[in-house]
C-alpha cells in the first residue's frame, strides 16, 4: 500500500479557494489512479475528483466540475485539488485515495481504492 498525507485544508470564505496537496510514499502514485472524497457530518463519503495518471483522464463529481481541478507532481510524488468558487455546502472532510491501475468509470466509488489518507478538514463560510 502506498501511505497519503493530506494537507491544505482550513477555514476559508464563500468564494474563496484553497489548495489541497496529497503526498504519497511507498509507491509511485503514477502506477494507476488518484482520487478525491469528501464527507460532511452525517453524510456519506462521496467522490469528488479523480486523475488517471495514464493517459491523465480526469473525471469530476457534477457539483464541483468548473470549480475544482485535480493535478499533480509526479516528480514529487504528490496530487493535488484546487478549489475555486468554495460553497457552503463544500464544508467536509477531503480524503485522498490512492489505487495501482487505472479507473473503469468516470464515477469511481470509494471500493474502487485501496489506501487512504487520514484527511483533511474544510471549512466554508457564508
Known sequence: QVQLVESGG???QAGGSLRLS???S??????GAT????QAPGKEREFVAAISWTGLARYYADSVIGRFTISGDIAKNTAYLQMNSL???DTAVYYCAAKIGGLDRSSPTTG???SWGQGTQVTVSS
Open 26 to 31: 511507498g509507491r509511485a502514485i503514477s502506477s
Open 87 to 89: 460553497k457552503p455546502e
Open 35 to 38: 482520487g478525491w472524497f469528501r
Open 112 to 114: 474502487d481504492f485501496d
Open 10 to 12: 482550513g477555514l476559508v
Open 22 to 24: 496529497c503526498a504519497a
